[in-house]
């Protein structure tokens, strides 16, 4: 199986592969993504582990099954962004199960070096992970939830076409809550 790749203009989004782990963990390390995502925070070590024996094995399940018939299950799929220009990981776009909210509960996440924020590749990465989704897997709902003061992230699930549900606690913070269904998806 060859390694999926979706051209997003500026950037690719591309499968995880284990050279990224410097990166992810360089990432994790930014304020905007210490503060809006404290649980991607893990040592080098941590980090090797779950992507040899989680994140790249999961993404290979993710992919045969879409390959099979598009159900997909509570499977995650876990792709980096990286620069068309230079070929540097900038960021990640990845959906999986939020356990916090309710069923349907598959959802996109995300997050961008602080150096590359602001020029509008969060929203093609989300956009493209949303069109790869609806096109090519049974997912028919998503969900996305940001925080409140994460301003930038509420501007991304905007654009990508999600509406607002309202708020909901996770952790003991209040998050907005979007949801996208396929039928009303845009595409834009």
């Given amino acids: 199986m060859t ?3 979706i051209d997003c203009g500026d950037i690719l989004l591309r499968e995880y592969r284990m050279e990224d782990v410097d990166a992810i963990c360089a990432l994790t390390q930014q304020p905007a993504i210490l503060e809006f995502l404290p649980d991607w925070n893990a040592t080098k070590e941590q980090r090797l582990d779950w992507m040899a024996n989680y994140e790249l094995v999961e ?3 993710f992919l045969q099954a879409v390959a099979e018939d598009g159900h997909i299950g509570d ?3 876990r792709l980096g962004i990286v620069l068309k220009e230079t070929g540097a990981f900038i ?11 309710p069923s349907p509960n598959r959802e996109i996440a995300y997050a961008i070096s602080r150096d590359y924020s602001g020029k509008g590749y969060m929203t093609q ?3 493209a992970l949303i069109a790869y989704l609806f096109e090519n897997t049974d997912v028919t709902e998503l969900n996305a939830v940001a925080l409140l003061n994460n301003i930038s992230s509420n ?3 905007q654009k990508c076409g999600f509406i607002q549900y309202g708020e909901i606690d996770i952790d003991g913070k209040a998050h907005l809550y979007y949801k996208l269904r396929k039928s ?3 595409g834009k």
Avoid: Q
């Avoid at 960021?91 to 909210?101: A, N, P, Q, S």
């Fill in 59 to 61: 993404n290979k399940h």
């Fill in 75 to 77: 499977l995650c799929l």
């Fill in 184 to 186: 009303e998806w845009t």
């Fill in 91 to 101: 960021g990640w776009c990845v959906t999986g199960m939020k356990d916090e909210l």
């Fill in 3 to 5: 390694e999926l790749t």
């Fill in 125 to 127: 990465a989300a956009r």
């Fill in 155 to 157: 501007r991304v699930i």
